[in-house]
């Protein structure tokens, strides 16, 4: 059975897990991200309120929530971590998909699905815009 050539890495390019190695030393431990005994407690208390998924609502399915997630990324947006008005319970798929793509759509992309949630829209400081949005 034929096999597939080995792929052509130029010298002195990093493989793919390489750069996935790189990228998580850069990000910092979960507990530098703010990841701490603190958080889990505040979701698995948000969870225990909201224990479904909210993205899958969106579009008419009932999932269990397994994680937390900030609507707007902390890494991007400063000061939005312990806002829980950006809370959002989520599973994983959708986190890991449809959310992952909205983010990667950019800020107008994460307003829509606030909008479509029913959360406030960050506004330009940081804050929830005048309105809620």
Do not use: N
Not at 26 to 53: I, N, Q, V
Not at 63 to 86: C, N
Not at 111 to 116: I, M, T
Request: hydrophobic share 30%.
């Amino acid at each position: 059975m034929p096999t597939m050539p080995r792929r052509l890495r130029p010298a002195g390019s990093r493989s793919p897990g390489q750069a996935r190695r790189e990228q998580d030393e850069r990000r910092g431990s979960a507990s530098e991200r703010g990841y701490t005994g603190r958080w889990a407690k505040a979701s698995a208390s948000f969870r225990r309120r909201c224990p479904l998924c909210e993205y899958c609502a969106l579009d008419g399915r009932v999932e269990p929530a397994t994680l937390t997630d900030h609507l707007y990324p902390h890494r991007v947006f400063a000061d939005v971590f312990w806002r829980s008005e950006w809370w959002v319970a989520s599973c994983t798929p959708c986190h890991s998909g449809m959310k992952q793509a909205v983010e990667r759509a950019g800020k107008a992309a994460i307003d829509a699905l606030a909008r479509r949630l029913g959360r406030p829209v960050m506004g330009r400081e940081g804050g929830a815009a005048p309105g809620g949005g």
